[in-house]
């Protein structure tokens, strides 16, 4: 019988037998008697030792079509004489009595089928389904077996600036202390939670008791959050940035807003239909007033202006109607964003919140109403800066933000929206990974590199690296390029200067291809342009000879040359524009040596930047221009060949 189909044995076990069931028996099992191996390698000492054999004990399986497999296993351990240290044989991923493999089946068909038929399926007890059921989801639903989501964070002693927050996750909150210089989780802890609509005791200052001493605190305006906070660090600087401010002076105003709303529905004079029709949006009049009060005053439109008048025309010259209420507490709000301007000094900071705080709580004093017994405008924004004074003044020196702490409560929900049954553990363990990823140094990719001369006697030649022009032009026209065939052997800024327009600045401008074609012989117009295109052997039944693709290389590199003279030395450079005119092809015919010499030349000329020719190349250049000024004269042409040694 052949076992190896499903029992990996390894090469310290061997199958010494196996028993079948009896023809006809569709559901009986296999059993199968594993040993271990008589000798193991010893890893330490690199020699052989005999295994002493432990009694054999029965292991479940995973089951074969319908049959359970039985094992009879014999496991053992040998001792390495120079080291003292044992070597175990010990059958793989064998969990107790059961098989790993077998294990994970039994939680997969769980619920598929009845416990029972399960189990006398496989050969076991129910209540041994049972258990093994129960440890699999222990470790799925233990924190500490969720590896790599659970990593232990590494302990933080000190840090320069702590972000404290809170969040509520399946009714309950939970505190959040954010590392803002790093962006990673400190902690994230249960802290209440809410029963019937009434929360249980808060234990913050066991929370703040782990966190790592800082020297800067930015939370929010909750206080008993800032009460533990300032006894956790009494030497600490509190922070409250001008969002959580800001946001104060809103809800005030808001109100006020509200306010507005009301006496308009009430007042018989103006009417629902009038106040809707002031307002537009006739299903949102409320919205509509909400847009107008928190819009700056720089970004306002005339019909914003308008609408501020008709409010400012209802209070009927009363400083205490609700209209006239609201245009007060929208100037100052005004000014209070004007005061937290980036482009204000800080050392004007605390003068000037002095000033409007003590102007608002004059302007309250003179429109509260004691007959009404209502409270006074803006109380929300006189209590806040009455309660944090020092933590608000401290945003002007420090400038640090809670930012980042409500950055870390986005990503929080983002990844309870992704997924369920999170603990918190793997909540910090995503976020940190995302922080983390965040603050990598981006890899960029290597500078093209292109070669240039040393100051060198004119004997050698000496290349050196240095950043190449093109680069930027070389990448943005690498993208739509047409594949390059490795017969044409062109480099990428050649090849992306042979399908780039002339003139970058047109977009219908005519290609460099289009000079390759004005040379193109009349006898090799097929080859060319399959050369042109970047696929010579495109076509079936035609081949481009070895000459043909020299000679096609040969004009690329020198229309190339002569059409990026700054890359060249001044002298070359002006050398170069005598060759404009060059027919470089046509020197196959007078000299295919030099025709072959020609083109290497300006293959070199056009990959190297600034190249400083060599005697042989300066030698080669000297007879293509000499070649060039008598190629009218075909006679002097074929005897200054002849002198050269090209007949």
Request: net charge neutral.
């Amino acid at each position: 019988m052949d076992a190896t189909p499903f029992l990996p044995l390894g090469d310290q076990f061997i199958l010494i037998e196996a028993s079948l069931p009896a023809e006809g028996d569709d559901t009986g099992p296999y059993d199968l008697a594993v040993r271990a191996v008589e000798t193991l390698l010893c890893p330490h000492c690199q020699g052989t030792h005999a295994v002493q054999h432990d009694p054999p004990i029965t292991v479940m399986h995973l089951p074969f079509g319908d049959h359970p497999v039985r094992l009879t296993i014999t496991e053992g351990q040998a001792i390495c004489p120079e080291t003292g240290l044992p070597l175990t044989c010990q059958f793989p991923d064998r969990q107790g009595r059961v098989t790993g493999d077998l294990a994970r089946y039994i939680v997969r068909r769980r619920g598929l089928e009845p416990q029972r038929a399960l189990a006398a399926r496989l050969l076991l007890s129910p209540s041994a389904v049972q258990r093994l059921h129960d440890a699999a989801r222990r470790r799925l639903s233990s924190p500490a077996d969720q590896s790599p989501r659970t990593v232990p964070e590494p302990e933080v002693s000190r840090i320069e600036r702590l972000g404290l927050d809170d969040i509520y996750i399946a009714k309950s909150r939970f505190l959040v202390a954010v590392d803002l210089d790093t962006g990673r989780i400190l902690a994230l802890r249960k802290v209440s939670s809410i029963i019937q609509g009434k929360a249980d005791q808060v234990d913050l200052p066991g929370f703040l008791t782990d966190l790592p001493e800082t020297k800067q605190v930015a939370l929010d305006m909750n206080v008993e959050q800032f009460q533990a906070a300032k006894a956790r660090w009494p030497s600490a600087i509190f922070v409250v940035d001008k969002r959580h401010v800001l946001q104060v002076v809103d809800r005030d105003v808001l109100t006020l807003a509200a306010r507005v709303m009301l006496e308009r529905w009430d007042d018989d004079a103006i009417g629902q239909a009038q106040a809707l029709r002031q307002f537009g949006a006739a299903a949102y009049p409320y919205l509509s007033l909400r847009t107008l009060v928190l819009r700056r005053w720089r970004n306002v439109t005339p019909a914003d202006l308008a609408a501020w008048a008709i409010l400012r025309v209802e209070g009927n010259g009363s400083e205490t109607s609700p209209s006239q209420l609201l245009w007060q507490a929208y100037l100052f709000r005004e000014a209070l964003y004007e005061l937290y301007d980036v482009t204000r000094p800080p050392s004007d900071f605390k003068r000037g919140l002095e000033l409007w705080k003590e102007h608002v709580r004059q302007w309250s004093q003179q429109v509260k109403d004691p007959a009404t017994g209502g409270l006074a405008p803006l109380g929300r924004i006189r209590w806040a800066l009455r309660q944090y004074w020092d933590a608000c003044l401290a945003y002007a020196t420090t400038k640090t933000t809670n930012a980042d702490t409500e950055l870390v409560n986005a990503q929080i929900r983002r990844n309870l929206r992704r997924g369920h049954r999170f603990v918190p553990e793997s909540l910090v363990q995503l976020v940190n990974q995302t922080a983390d990823a965040r603050r990598a140094p981006v890899l960029q990719p290597p500078a093209p590199v292109t070669w240039k001369a040393r100051p060198v006697p004119r004997a050698a030649v000496a290349l050196e690296a240095s950043p190449q022009k093109w680069s930027a032009e070389i990448t943005r026209a690498d993208r739509n390029l047409p594949r390059q065939s490795p017969l044409l052997e062109l480099t990428v800024p050649v090849w992306a200067w042979l399908h780039r327009p002339q003139d970058p600045r047109r977009r219908a401008g005519e290609r460099w291809l289009h000079e390759i074609v004005k040379c193109l012989p009349a006898a090799e117009r097929t080859a060319w342009q399959l050369c042109n295109s970047g696929q010579p052997e495109g076509i079936p039944d035609f081949t481009v000879s070895v000459s043909q693709l020299e000679r096609w290389r040969a004009v690329v590199h020198h229309r190339y040359v002569v059409t990026q003279l700054n890359r060249l030395d001044p002298s070359e450079a002006q050398r170069q524009v005598s060759l404009v005119d060059l027919r470089v092809d046509a020197l196959v015919s007078h000299g295919p040596d030099l025709h072959r010499a020609v083109g290497d030349l300006y293959r070199r000329l056009a990959t190297v930047e600034s190249l400083v020719l060599s005697p042989e190349d300066e030698q080669i250049m000297t007879q293509v221009v000499a070649w060039h000024a008598l190629a009218s004269d075909p006679e002097d042409t074929v005897a200054l060949l002849e002198i050269l040694g090209y007949s």
